[in-house]
């Protein structure tokens, strides 16, 4: 499919009436943020706007500063087209991620590059180790980044649901950990960091980070998974995450693996914390895991068990969910090096061509592109989303709504 039919094809539409101008500015920098970048003509082909309204916009999002202009394309007919990108200087916004061993926090541009980063590793999150976290990091992150308070237009958190949950599978005091049970982290934060505060499941906000920052032309409907101490995920419906009601839609781990030997849910088999285990009866250390650096090759028997173990309760997860909504590809990625990424996606792909594939479809299965620092680029990637992209599962609920009328 050609780029032509690519835009052409693309499910959004805009409307020539005034009223909706704030909307087709978003359809628009939704557009050119999918596909790097567009033209006037582009755009006017892709969304149904008249050539009219699109100068308009067009020239609206450069005024604001959202927008840059390309080098001319010649060589076609009448006047040189001009592609319009994502001005990265548009916008910044803070991410982090408050994880079973580490919190992460980045400062990211308006597309999507790490400019500035804080991390700190530990054996279990606190409420108190958080807050003390942030105020030891962010004047340094925000100076390491070369910006001021008010020049951060966002603060997305991305952290588990339910974090006092699970404290026995990474030997966390449970004590300790039902701190978190009665904490209100936005509520907590709204004195301490700039910007509008977001908070949402970390796996859904690695799933966000790969389709706002990723490459483009990715399709409509994928799975996310999202290896990290646990396994997690998120959905990608009709090209928006879908986080359900709840927030929590692309939770996977507790998805049953039939025929599995110690544990029946994909939490026991493809997460990082049983590797940690593996690891210990070895001889290893499994901090390690967790230690910038490490070469990954180094845990022999243990990491090459691990990535079929992985590999198979995966493909097992890719079945189950197929068989209730037909996505198009998986994606999968995780806080591991991308040269186990890479070993673990051929052993899903290996399992996958060996289970019964009747009547499922048999999606694509690629890597994502982010690793370890995926959940904390969500949380920025939120406010990129909420504010100036359109998500179609909200348009999609509206209509309906108004049909029931």
């Not at 390309?70 to 001005?87: E, F, L, T, Y």
């Not at 919190?103 to 590059?113: L, S, T």
């Not at 995780?334 to 594939?357: C, K, N, Q, S, Y």
Request: overall charge positive; charged content about 25%; some cysteine.
């Amino acid at each position: 499919m050609n780029r032509d039919e690519l835009l052409k094809a693309t499910p959004l539409r805009g409307s020539n009436q005034v009223s909706v101008r704030g909307f087709n500015e978003r359809l628009v920098l939704h557009l050119i943020r999918q596909h790097g970048s567009c033209t006037k003509a582009e755009a006017t082909l892709a969304t149904g706007l008249s050539a009219n309204a699109v100068s308009v916009i067009f020239n609206a999002l450069q005024a604001d500063g959202l927008l840059l202009r390309g080098d001319p394309i010649r060589g076609r007919v009448g006047q040189p087209s001009v592609p319009m990108r994502i001005n990265p200087e548009a916008r910044h916004f803070i991410g982090l991620k408050i994880g079973r061993r580490s919190f992460d926090m980045i400062v990211v541009d308006f597309a999507g590059a790490m400019i500035a980063r804080r991390t700190r590793s530990h054996s279990y999150p606190t409420p108190a180790g958080l807050l003390d976290f942030i105020r030891e990091n962010l004047r340094p992150v925000l100076r390491t980044a070369r910006k001021r308070r008010d020049q951060i237009s966002g603060f997305g958190v991305a952290m588990p649901s339910e974090l006092w949950h699970w404290t026995r599978d990474f030997d966390a005091p449970r004590a300790q950990m039902e701190a978190w049970r009665g904490f209100d982290v936005a509520s907590a934060l709204r004195d301490l960091v700039p910007g509008a505060i977001s908070v949402e499941n970390d796996g859904t906000s690695a799933c966000r980070a790969e389709l706002v920052f990723g490459p483009q032309r990715k399709p409509q409907d994928f799975i996310y998974f999202f290896v990290g101490t646990f396994i997690g995920g998120g959905i990608v419906l009709n090209g928006s995450v879908f986080s359900g009601q709840r927030g929590n839609a692309g939770g996977f781990g507790p998805l049953r693996i039939p025929g599995a030997s110690d544990g029946d849910r994909l939490i026991d088999h493809a997460s990082l914390f049983v590797l940690g285990r593996m690891l210990a009866e070895q001889g290893d250390d499994p901090g390690r895991l967790y230690e910038a650096g490490t070469d990954w090759n180094s845990f022999g028997p243990a990491l090459t068990a691990w990535i079929d173990r992985a590999g198979r309760g995966l493909a097992h997860a890719i079945v189950s969910t197929q068989a209730v909504i037909e996505f198009d590809a998986v994606t999968i990625d995780g806080a591991f090096p991308e040269e186990i990424r890479t070993r673990l996606i051929r052993a899903v792909a290996w399992h996958l061509d060996r289970l019964d594939l009747r009547g499922v479809f048999r999606p694509a299965i690629g890597a994502g592109h982010f690793g370890d620092v995926a959940r904390a680029l969500g949380g920025a990637a939120f406010h990129v989303a909420a504010n100036w992209m359109v998500d179609q599962n909200t348009l999609l609920r509206k209509e309906a709504l108004e049909r029931a009328r």
